[in-house]
């Protein structure tokens, strides 16, 4: 997407990371967030919660206290613009019945249907688009004073994500997400999001360094590295960055006890990176790699750069450089024109390669993207019957791979008590949200603690482990 990326100041001087925002009066203006869809929408939430504590806004859990509720949304498939819709239509009850005066729709949904949901939701009093996340306060108080009539705040110049952002961290663990980059320009068929994100754009990595620095000063003891294609990191800033060069900067952070990599593009895979996933002893030998699909005609219609043969070389390679690494992918079922012989060879595939997870997703036509005017598309119940044999195959991997982890021991990231009583956390291949968990039977330790455990059993995705 075309447009320049809009250059503002640095607006702040609150903290860079804060774990509780500062504390206004009493007759503050409160206000909620709710946050929807992908980790990089939660930062991009963390950064509104920055923006609205430092204009005086007292930060609220619970919508139903709040005077401004704001509904953070995801637009990528039906599914979470369905989520993204109700989330919206229940807090629009709340200004029928509570304290709520101002109900504001931010995120990918608000910026991919333009116009529309402001026709269709009369109940929301401001549409907020991708590039306005820093100014959420400065415009509802435009509104308020009338010095903005419009529902709609959208810009055709990108947001500047090359500069220090404050965030507000909304969830207490001692794990967080860090954005490295923003938007994309790969070129797949089935994806939208470079219409709403933009082109790519690294950030500048001094400012990456100190805001890890300040996640760790913050108790954060991991760090997930985000974008939406994270090994162009640095291909747009010159001077030879890459990912690799920054997690060697990235390991040398005090305080940091592990750094794991999100949404890795297989092309952009180098050798390097591998290297730095295996020597750099804070960087967890976990790879998150999206493949989409394996056969050939399906990877060339999708537009993914790669086949089937250079994919199978590429974990092959993976496996060789990084010995015991977890890895991680997500397929698509049901793209137009998926033979039976084609989703045989993905079957296939995901038998032999043995993910240590596997996530999948029905094929979704979205609006303005070439895979939704390609024919041949798949009838809705083959594609939910191809759905669920590939989950049932995972599963069974899955399963087998836990139980044969019964007896070893691992390293453990305490997050939190269950409501069971349990301590729970993670280990080095088990990442945040969805990955499963770890729950720690007859052990002492505090939330931020990473300890050895004994893995005792397993219910096929969570392990059961005790401190040793």
């Not at 959208?154 to 404050?166: A, G, I, K, Q, V």
Request: hydrophobic letters at 40%; proline letters at 5%; aromatic letters at 4%.
């Amino acid at each position: 997407m075309s447009g320049e990326i809009l250059q503002i100041k640095d607006i702040s001087e609150m903290p860079l990371i804060s774990r509780e925002a500062p504390a206004p009066g009493e007759d503050a203006p409160t206000a909620a967030l709710v946050s929807l869809g992908c980790a990089k929408n939660t930062v991009d939430s963390e950064i509104m919660l920055a923006a609205l504590a430092r204009a005086g806004y007292r930060l609220v859990a619970d919508a139903s206290e709040a005077r401004v509720a704001i509904v953070n949304t995801c637009g990528f498939i039906e599914d979470a613009k369905r989520e993204s819709i109700d989330a919206i239509l229940d807090l629009a009850r709340l200004k029928e019945e509570g304290p709520l005066e101002t109900l504001v729709v931010a995120g990918c949904l608000a910026e991919r249907y333009r116009g529309e949901l402001a026709q269709g939701l009369p109940e929301v009093d401001l549409f907020l688009g991708t590039r306005e996340y820093d100014r959420i306060a400065e415009i509802l108080a435009e509104k308020s004073n009338g010095a903005m009539p419009a529902r709609e705040a959208f810009s055709d110049t990108l947001m500047d994500y090359s500069r220090r952002l404050p965030r507000v961290l909304s969830e207490p663990g001692p794990s967080a997400y860090l954005k490295v980059a923003e938007g994309c320009s790969r070129p797949c068929t089935f994806c939208v999001i470079p219409r709403f994100r933009g082109r790519f754009r690294s950030r500048p990595p001094e400012h990456i360094i100190e805001e890890a620095g300040a996640l760790a000063a913050a108790g954060v003891k991991e760090i997930n590295l985000l974008a939406q294609e994270i090994t162009s990191y640095g291909t747009d800033l010159g001077e030879g960055l890459s990912l690799a060069g920054l997690l060697e900067q990235l390991n040398e952070v005090e305080g940091l006890r592990w750094i794991r990599i999100l949404y890795n593009y297989p092309r952009g895979v180098t050798d390097d990176l591998l290297a730095a996933i295996r020597d750099l002893p804070k960087v967890v030998e976990y790879i998150d790699m999206p493949l989409q699909h394996i056969a050939t005609s399906v990877l060339t219609a999708m537009r993914r750069g790669i086949d089937e043969a250079r994919t199978r070389e590429l974990i092959e390679r993976m496996r060789r450089a990084v010995p015991g690494c977890a890895l991680r992918t997500t397929m698509l079922v049901g793209f137009p024109g998926e033979s039976e012989e084609d989703f045989k060879t993905l079957l296939d595939f995901t038998a032999e390669a043995r993910f240590t997870r596997l996530g999948a997703f029905a094929f979704s036509p979205e609006e303005g993207s070439i895979a939704a005017r390609l024919p041949d598309p798949v009838p809705r119940e083959i594609v939910r019957e191809r759905l669920a044999r590939l989950l049932a195959l995972q599963e069974g991997i899955q399963t087998g791979a836990n139980e044969a982890l019964i007896g070893g021991r691992a390293e453990v990231l305490v997050e939190d008590i269950s409501a069971e009583g349990l301590l729970r956390g993670r280990t080095r291949h088990h990442a945040p949200e969805v990955d499963g968990e770890v729950f720690l039977h007859e052990t002492e330790a505090a939330p931020g603690d990473i300890i050895e455990c004994e893995i005792m059993d397993t219910d096929g995705v969570d392990l059961i482990a005790r401190g040793v």
